[in-house]
């Protein structure tokens, strides 16, 4: 399974980016779908899951409110809709897929696309 990961960005601060997640030959129907982040000297962290069905969805504190996962399966697609972001947001944003039902952290997910970079500055 490979994963594409695009919709990365400058944004000023209280903007908005939506993320994009596909695969490339495969579908990502059966896979829960992960959005993690990685900020410069920071570890890597979770951001947002949504579950294969794409009726669980979990989020990081730090973004509760601001941010939607979602998923279209015609499509083959998972979105990230990031309002109102703030500069503590910058990162490169990388999507992930698992097989593991209800994963949310990094190390329960096997495929990962390149990653986005996130910029939220003034």
């Known amino acids: 399974l490979q994963l594409v990961a695009s919709g990365g960005g400058t944004v000023q601060p209280g903007g908005s980016l939506r993320l994009s997640c596909t695969s490339s030959?495969?579908?990502?129907?059966?896979?829960?779908i992960g959005w993690f982040r990685q900020a410069p000297g920071k570890e890597r962290e979770g951001v947002s899951c949504?579950?294969?069905?794409?009726?669980?969805?979990k989020y990081a504190d730090s973004v509760k409110g601001r941010f939607t996962i979602s998923r279209d399966k015609r499509e083959n697609m998972v979105y990230l809709q990031m309002n109102n972001l703030m500069p503590e947001d910058t990162a490169v944003y990388y999507c992930?897929?698992?097989?593991?039902?209800?994963?949310?952290?990094?190390?329960?997910?096997?495929?990962w696309g390149q990653g986005t970079q996130v910029t939220v500055s003034s």
């Open positions: 992930a897929a698992t097989i593991v039902a209800g994963a949310c952290r990094p190390e329960e997910y096997e495929y």
């Open positions: 030959g495969s579908t990502l129907n059966y896979y829960a």
């Open positions: 949504v579950s294969g069905g794409g009726m669980n969805t």
